[in-house]
């Protein structure tokens, strides 16, 4: 979230220094008509379209950062998650001994049968975290992508 507002802070200086650098004006020594006086005259740098193109893009960007912090800052506030905490914890419901030991006899069931199964590789339904996502171990998940349940 924090890196989101420091990339829209960075874009709106980009897109500042680019909007400075379109509306510039470079000074020309030059000489007007038959006089044979030189004078300064004032003339658009080459590239001031580009300037103006990558001033609004950068200025649409830091925008667009900033509503997606600030959309994940409400977000957390929604879930209840502390902006301060470095790692988020998943929530568990409250359980007793004997629901936690039969949950594990399950599980050992499972992965009992699923050895002696057809089908070696496939991931046991483990219950998602708080975040929404499955936690498996990398060997589960290497062998289950080699695995070719649609040979036959």
């Not at 300037?51 to 957390?76: D, K, Q, T």
């Not at 339904?125 to 992508?145: C, H, M, W, Y």
């Amino acid at each position: 979230m924090y890196v989101k507002f420091i990339g829209a802070g960075i874009c709106f200086l980009l897109s500042l220094f680019n909007v400075l650098g379109a509306v510039r004006q470079i000074p020309v020594k030059t000489t007007l008509g038959n006089s044979s006086r030189p004078t300064v005259a004032q003339m658009k740098p080459p590239g001031t379209k580009l300037h103006w193109l990558s001033g609004g893009v950068f200025f649409a960007a830091s925008i667009g950062l900033i509503a997606w912090a600030i959309w994940e800052y409400n977000s957390n506030i929604d879930l209840g998650i502390d902006s301060n905490e470095a790692s988020i914890a998943p929530v568990v419901p409250p359980m007793s001994e004997a629901e936690i030991q039969t949950e594990q006899k399950l599980d050992e069931g499972l992965i009992r049968n699923m050895e002696q199964s057809e089908f070696k590789n496939l991931v046991p339904f483990r219950r998602p975290t708080a975040d929404g996502s499955v936690p498996i171990t990398p060997e589960q998940f290497k062998n289950a992508l080699e695995d070719d349940i649609w040979s036959d």
